[in-house]
């Protein structure tokens, strides 16, 4: 491969949440016992150095000494389009459809805000990113959760039986997707695309599509952008993105909107605009058009290679060896949503005493409970080969499998 996926990049003291936070309570995993060194598992970060021409452009930028005040250039909108042109397929996006986020989260409850009052009712799909979670209920909304379920090969699937029930008995008018799915990892077909946004139709639920994660699905698999599936969804959908998942920038912050619906995007550009904190960095812009250029493009098709390496590792190594672990095998993201039920129910462990078994040997993983996996527990697998198969290695030796 042209670009370096499988040196161990040393994060610890270089702002990185996933490496310093490790033993400070909250959500951050418990440290690792004496004599062994914590693998970092849990938050939804790459553990690979970005591509290249990202540094190169933050830097070039920074030896002009003057950063003021300034407007998004040609340049960035133009990085955009041809980026979904080209991985998406868009057609007809133009620059006035694009408006920045601040972050994608911001970009959703701007949305909701806009589509709801305080105290409604609002769809979303469980497992839940938790998020989305406390987003939403920090600003007063009510989330309504339908459950996903594993079909007959363990593919997890909308019920759209129980979305439909939803809408209809709590009077809802607004959904949050996730596209594609965090922390399942399914990248949605078209058809069950067309037949949510079809009863979404039915019942004027207007839609906020999270698609941060467009970009890493893995081979074999293809991302069909919510708003393509017929014209009424390209007019019902706000959806948002942003190149920090794809090319570890969450720390540059520098998230977008594309709305073509033009009352909506009226509506969306004014919210954000209230708090006057939804403003571009200098340098996040010259990064995103870096990295959306076409070496952006090659770093990323060998990083879907790496992680679609990864995948296969991890999920053969669950099903040859941990015994009552349960998991759907992802086909995008690069995180693992792993089912401990029946292994904790074999064992008399709780999920939480399980989790701390991995902390203990330095397995940085995340409590499920919080993604409403009630046995669950996340696991990132965006890390040097190396990295992934040593910390199986632990699990197997020390925790699924100690003596």
Not at 16 to 40: K, R, S, W, Y
Not at 129 to 147: K, M, Q
Not at 164 to 181: D, G, L, M, N, T
């Amino acid at each position: 491969m042209k670009y370096d996926f499988t040196s161990v990049m040393d994060r610890s003291g270089r702002d990185a949440i996933a490496v310093d936070n490790i033993g400070l309570g909250g959500m951050a995993p418990g440290a690792p016992m004496e004599g062994f060194d914590a693998i970092p598992m849990w938050v939804a970060d790459m553990n690979f150095p970005t591509v290249p021409t990202v540094p190169a452009a933050i830097i070039e930028r920074a030896k002009h000494p003057a950063y003021g005040y300034f407007s998004p250039s040609d340049g960035y909108f133009d990085a955009i389009i041809r980026w979904h042109e080209t991985r998406n397929g868009a057609t007809g996006l133009s620059k006035e459809h694009i408006g920045h986020e601040n972050g994608v989260l911001g970009g959703v409850v701007s949305a909701v805000n806009v589509l709801c009052s305080r105290g409604d009712n609002i769809l979303l799909h469980s497992p839940t990113y938790i998020g989305f979670t406390n987003s939403l209920t920090n600003n007063g909304y009510r989330i309504v959760h339908s459950p996903l379920v594993q079909d007959e090969n363990g593919v997890w699937r909308m019920d759209f039986d129980d979305m439909e029930r939803k809408i209809v008995e709590k009077h809802i008018h607004a959904a949050v997707f996730c596209s594609p799915h965090n922390p399942c990892g399914r990248v949605w077909e078209r058809w069950e695309l067309e037949r949510a946004m079809d009863l979404f139709r039915r019942h004027d639920v207007y839609v906020v599509s999270d698609e941060i994660w467009s970009d890493l699905t893995l081979e074999g698999y293809s991302h069909i952008p919510t708003q393509s599936v017929s014209e009424d969804a390209r007019q019902r959908t706000i959806a948002v993105y942003a190149p920090s998942k794809t090319f570890n920038l969450a720390g540059l912050v520098g998230s977008y909107h594309i709305i073509y619906n033009q009352r909506l995007r009226d509506r969306v550009r004014k919210e954000s605009s209230l708090s006057h904190y939804n403003a571009m960095n200098v340098l996040s812009m010259h990064a995103l058009i870096a990295a959306y250029g076409s070496e952006g493009q090659a770093w990323l098709d060998e990083l879907r290679q790496v992680l679609t390496g990864n995948v296969d590792f991890a999920c053969g190594c669950i099903a040859q060896r941990f015994q009552g672990v349960a998991v759907s095998r992802p086909q995008g993201t690069y995180m693992l949503f792993l089912d401990c039920a029946q292994w904790c129910g074999a064992h008399g462990k709780t999920i939480g005493e399980l989790e701390k078994m991995g902390w203990d040997v330095g397995v940085a993983w995340q409590d499920g409970r919080m993604f409403h996996g009630p046995c669950h527990i996340r696991m990132n697998l965006a890390l040097p080969r190396s990295q992934v198969e040593e910390a199986f290695r632990r699990l197997d030796q020390h925790v699924f499998n100690a003596e």
